[in-house]
């Protein structure tokens, strides 16, 4: 598999620092050849001093050993802080390619993914794979490099020696690869379940009032125990491996230097060396194992970072949105406000295969026509005011305004064309002004000004100390009605000629119910309103009912006509009346 998205990341990097490569790649150096040079010493300290019983350059040697040892912390310390400087900088840039791609990815992909997934991607995976820079490949490397000195340095000592430390690197391997197998597979596995669980959190967080209300806290717990005894799993085999990887590793060290002692016994006389050879040799040896026993954990964040890298790749090779038309701009498509144009050309669409969610809808919606869309909860209202704004894409037909197709439009031009309003409005770091606005420059203060008052809520934004300039810090400035008010301003604010309003006045009083529909009144004047609603106050409003079931149009035409004609709605006026009484 070629991991082409995070390598192209970690290249860019490379280009632009490639002064810090240079100097990693002489701190590794210094590494490997510092921490082959205290063995040595160790055998002139034995043989020419300790032996023979001539201390006259033994402090001297003791010095250049405690030296030696100070350097090989120097150049460890090096290397881990270039490691983590160029890690941090790989990371960023991976992150940022991911969030170009998210600017750039079908909203589809959203649909189908909790925002925890979503999420996982880019923190766990990101810095899964930041690991692999700072204890994954770089230390495997290093360590290998060591291993390659060390085995060298026991054939300088003795050749029957070389051989023991030679045929130690194949049982290592077999031991290390099969640990390895073992754990990719778990570590993949594990990192669905961790974005599970985090998709389980960010939706009770999201979700807890309702979920208060409803008495829903032990099925919530449920979930969330499974999803941690599923994660729980996963992460045991890992640990598993991991666990019983450094004891194999050190009762074959000991092992090792057991038989090195017993073949340098003079009785035995089989290899033939010093005993300072013999000091070097059991250092050197246990200097072999050391970075071996770092297999586990380089293997490790290794496992991690191929999963890592599989589900990062995974997210940039999404599909993307349908091309836009760069050059078309909001009033080349809209000339006339009277006369928009927006059809609905035979539009099927499912979320995934077999499930379809709409069939077939043919609509010809006429200029400022105020269209109400009623149903049973699922019947797919919001996906079609999804579609109409192009952010996804029908599997067939298509929707256009006045003849282009919607998801031509590029998204900077579609505020100036549909102005859409949910239930929930969402707060944004900034002032009472920048809700409205959102930020956009070119939209003026005396703009912002005229939406507030178009929808009643100018005398109550002036009353404030520092009126638009008031920093919103959290919901308790608004009541929910002004809430709704505040998204209907920020939907007109730049004047679009289409209004989307998704079952706005779901949560408000009679009161706050009947000022809402008076400013949608005023607004379908000038506008052409597509709304969904249960409730009967907004219908009657409204010139035009369309009633979806099984995804299709079942019918369509005035309220005083459905009322009259239709079975099904008026079944549904009898109960909203009396939910109402």
């Not at 909790?114 to 700072?134: H, K, Q």
């Not at 295969?353 to 909860?377: A, C, M, W, Y």
């Not at 008052?453 to 520092?466: A, I, P, Q």
């Not at 009126?467 to 604010?493: C, H, M, N, W, Y």
Request: aromatic fraction near 6%; proline fraction near 3%.
């Amino acid at each position: 598999m070629r991991y082409n998205h995070v390598s192209r990341a970690a290249l860019r990097v490379s280009k632009k620092n490639w002064l810090l490569l240079l100097m990693l790649a002489i701190v590794i150096a210094g590494v490997v050849l510092t921490s082959l040079i205290p063995p040595q010493i160790l055998k002139r300290i034995v043989d020419d001093n300790l032996v023979p019983k001539t201390p006259d350059g033994l402090m001297n040697l003791a010095l250049l050993y405690l030296g030696t040892v100070g350097l090989i912390a120097v150049f460890d310390f090096l290397k881990a802080a270039l490691l983590t400087v160029i890690g941090q900088k790989v990371s960023k840039e991976i992150r940022l390619t991911m969030m170009r791609k998210a600017e750039r990815i079908n909203a589809l992909y959203f649909s189908k993914n909790g925002t925890g997934n979503v999420v996982s991607r880019f923190t766990n995976d990101v810095e899964a794979i930041n690991s692999t820079f700072t204890t994954g490949i770089i230390g495997l490397l290093i360590d290998c490099l060591k291993i390659i000195g060390i085995v060298v340095s026991v054939f300088v000592f003795n050749q029957t020696l070389g051989l023991i430390a030679l045929a130690l690197l194949p049982i290592i391997f077999l031991i290390t690869r099969f640990v390895q197998k073992r754990t990719l597979q778990a570590q993949i596995q594990n990192r669905i379940q961790v974005g599970k669980v985090n998709n389980h959190i960010s939706e009770s967080l999201k979700n807890v009032l309702m979920i208060k209300s409803g008495s829903k806290e032990a099925y919530m717990e449920r979930k969330y125990t499974r999803y941690l005894k599923q994660n729980f799993n996963t992460l045991e085999k890992v640990n598993f491996f991991d666990s019983i990887f450094p004891p194999i590793i050190q009762i074959t060290r000991a092992l090792a230097i057991t038989l090195i002692v017993v073949l340098a016994i003079p009785d035995l006389n089989f290899i033939g060396i010093t005993i300072g050879m013999v000091a070097a040799s059991v250092e050197l040896i246990s200097d072999l194992f050391a970075p071996i026993e770092n297999f586990g954990t380089e293997l490790q964040n290794i496992q991690q970072s191929v999963s890592g890298i599989q589900r990062v790749n995974a997210f940039c090779d999404e599909e993307e949105e349908a091309p836009k038309q760069i050059e078309l701009k909001a009033e080349d498509i809209i000339h006339d406000r009277q006369k928009v144009s927006l059809k609905f050309n035979d539009v099927s669409f499912n979320y995934e295969e077999g499930s379809e969610i709409l069939s077939h809808v043919d609509l010809n919606i006429q200029p400022q026509e105020k269209v109400t869309f009623v149903g049973r909860t699922g019947v797919g209202k919001t996906t079609l005011f999804k579609l109409c704004m192009g952010l996804l894409k029908p599997f067939e037909g298509s929707i256009t305004i006045n003849d282009v197709d919607v998801c031509l439009i590029p998204n900077s031009e579609k505020r100036k064309i549909f102005g859409y309003v949910d239930q929930n409005f969402r707060l944004i770091r900034g002032t009472i002004g920048e809700q409205i606005s959102m930020q956009e420059e070119g939209i003026s203060k005396e703009r912002i000004r005229q939406a507030l008052d178009f929808v009643g809520m100018l005398e109550f934004v002036d009353s404030l100390e520092k009126g638009l300039d008031t920093p919103v810090k959290g919901e308790a400035l608004f009541s929910q009605g002004q809430k709704q008010l505040l998204a209907i301003a920020r939907a007109v604010v730049t004047d679009p000629a289409i209004l989307l309003l998704d079952e706005i006045t779901a949560n408000l009083d009679s009161i706050t119910e009947n000022k809402i529909v008076s400013v949608l009144q005023k607004a379908g004047e000038t506008h052409t309103i597509l709304s969904i609603s249960h409730r009967l106050s907004s219908m009657m409003a409204c010139d035009t009912v369309v009633i979806l079931e099984n995804g299709r149009v079942r019918n369509s035409g005035s309220p005083e006509m459905l009322l009259k004609n239709d079975e099904w709605y008026q079944k549904f006026t009898a109960l909203e009346n009396l939910n109402r009484s």
